[in-house]
């Protein structure tokens, strides 16, 4: 298995669906800088447009009676005099406006807000997708990845979803029906606060069994060790900070290609992972 | 007023560290007023030593709730719903429920349900802050754990730094910027008269950076780019400089690979605090970037 973690990432939740190990599954759902294909360089097969359904009005049917605009809770539709306009940006896509115009004037067409795609990495099968530039909705592209990437009857193959920074609704939609979250932060006062709010969401909002990676291991202070020992947290790999590691990162090599030695440690750490509670 | 919000596309590239030596150095001959666009992950505070003067609560949207008296497990909401949020009951005749994380406030499933068992209500999403610093005013928020709308929070976050500049004739809105191209950037990115992109030498550096490029130029907003890390990679970081030169993007430092930065934040101090290479890189930054914001420095007004 190829893993890659990033040495300057303050936190990145990794969360798993945890099977029998067969060719795993690879999601990058960080769409807004998806960058796991620079290190695993899939040779991409296949690819699809993806975005969400949105309102386009049929004006010879419409009355501007106004009922879609009252009924959208994001004021992606409005009427003005005998007009009707629609912001795609602000759409989520829920197809009330659509199902409550009494004249059945509106349907619904695709508004592709990004990419999907997929290739293999040797033995692993990759999906990632990309989030236009300029378009503010992540979680649609990682919502349509997931569906499109995690068959129904995934049950006997590891899935591996790289999840965004931070922990708001990308985080939360990647996370969503994973099996265990692992958390990857460094030893600071950042890396801490961090943690901690990854924590609240993967543990105490999702019910997540979750496990620390500590990345650039020796900077910083006893912080995290401290805080991971308090809330009985398995640190399952630590990653020193060593130049020659962060500037073999930086070309694009993995952390297994710069420190073969660490491939144990991983197989170890997926072991682990797998009899988390 | 100017406003420099900062980015990098890539989360981790040393953003917060350069907005807090900047506020540091920006001092000496400007009144500042600083901005926490990182409602996730807000990190700014820890350098600052902030002293918390309002604690505002900050509602986001609405989500949906069943009322299970009422409801008769007829499953429109379910139907209905797109965002996968409404749970399907497993013994026929239970009530149905919504799940609060995975709701996106649309009521669609308001608008259908044949009863009246649902209802909408409004989340207390997160809180936001107004604090001094030694620095000047600094308005930060949270979003709690999972919540959306973390765009919503960022304009209001901004919105109230804003004024509060415009009331204390500030020279300076420094706004620090979450990481990635999305909702919450966008919200921060709004009405910057300058971005400044916090990139490094690395493969995901140059990919992120190019997008975060991308996004100041959708929207209209001069960029310049610093490169945090710069000694990290000869290869990469001359990949990066000639692109920055080939789409005219103004390169405003290089600061070395310097593990003993982290030291400044285990401090609580920004790293113009104490003299040391990357102190003295961004020294030189600010120059020119106050050459490039101000065209009278504030301090000869």
């Known amino acids: 298995m190829t893993f890659n973690l990033r040495p300057f990432s303050i936190i990145k939740c990794v969360p798993f669906r945890l099977t029998k190990t067969s060719a795993p599954l690879f999601l990058d759902c960080d769409v807004e800088e998806p960058n796991a294909a620079l290190f695993l360089r899939p040779e991409i097969t296949a690819q699809r447009d993806v975005g969400l359904l949105i309102p386009v009005v049929d004006m010879a049917r419409c009355t501007t009676c106004g009922r879609c605009a009252e009924v959208c809770e994001y004021h992606a539709i409005t009427v003005i005099g005998k007009q009707v306009l629609v912001f795609p940006e602000l759409c989520h896509g829920c197809g009330s406006c659509t199902r409550q115009c009494p004249e059945r004037a509106i349907h619904e067409e695709l508004n592709v807000m990004g990419t999907l795609e997929y290739g293999r990495a040797e033995t692993i099968e990759f999906y990632h997708g990309t989030l236009n530039v300029g378009e503010a909705m992540a979680v649609p592209v990682i919502r349509q990845l997931k569906t499109w990437a995690i068959p129904p009857d995934v049950d006997d193959r590891p899935v591996i979803l790289d999840a965004p920074p931070g922990t708001s609704c990308p985080v939360v939609e990647t996370m969503r029906r994973a099996d265990a979250a692992l958390l990857v932060t460094e030893p600071t006062p950042f890396g801490l606060h961090d943690l901690r709010v990854a924590v609240q969401v993967a543990r105490d909002e999702l019910g997540l069994p979750i496990a620390v990676v500590v990345n650039r291991d020796g900077v910083g202070d006893d912080g995290v060790d401290a805080y991971c020992a308090a809330e009985g947290l398995p640190i399952l790999l630590r990653v020193p900070l060593e130049r020659t590691i962060a500037e073999g990162i930086a070309h694009g090599a993995s952390l297994v290609d710069i420190r073969p030695e660490y491939q144990i440690q991983l197989v170890e750490l997926w072991k682990t992972i797998a009899e988390l509670p | ?301």
């Open chain 2, 1 to 301: 007023m100017k406003q420099l919000v900062i980015l990098s596309g890539k989360g981790g590239t040393g953003k917060t560290t350069v907005t807090a030596a900047l506020a540091h150095l920006a001092t000496q001959d400007c009144r500042v007023v600083m901005a926490d666009a990182d409602v996730d992950a807000a990190n700014l505070g820890l350098v600052l030593a902030p002293v918390t003067e309002e604690t505002r609560d900050f509602t986001g949207g609405r989500i949906a709730g069943i009322d299970p008296a009422v409801c008769i497990a007829c499953g429109r909401c379910a139907e209905v719903c797109r965002f996968d949020a409404v749970r399907v009951c497993t013994h026929p005749g239970d009530a149905y429920a919504v799940d609060p994380i995975a709701c996106e406030g649309c009521a669609a499933c308001f608008y259908e349900c044949p009863v009246q068992a649902i209802t909408m209500t409004p989340q207390r999403a997160g809180q936001w802050f107004v604090a001094t610093t030694r620095y000047g005013p600094l308005y930060h928020a949270h979003l709690f754990a999972g919540q959306e709308n973390s765009g919503k929070l960022v304009t209001l976050v901004k919105q109230m730094a804003r004024l509060r500049a415009l009331d204390d004739a500030a020279d300076l809105l420094l706004v620090d910027g979450p990481p990635g191209i999305g909702c919450p950037v966008i919200a921060a990115l709004s009405g910057a008269d300058m971005a400044l992109i916090v990139t490094e030498p690395t493969v995901s550096g140059a990919h992120d950076l190019e997008r975060a490029l991308g996004l100041a130029a959708h929207f209209n907003i001069p960029a310049m780019v610093l490169l945090n890390k710069a000694d990290l990679s000869p290869v990469q970081a001359e990949a990066i400089v000639a692109y920055c030169a080939t789409q005219s993007i103004p390169l405003v430092g290089r600061l070395p690979y310097d593990p003993t930065v982290t030291d400044a934040m285990v401090r609580g101090e920004p790293v113009t605090a104490t003299a040391g290479p990357v102190a003295n890189a961004l020294r030189e930054t600010w120059s020119m970037l106050q050459a490039t914001l101000f065209v009278v420095k504030p301090s000869e007004k």
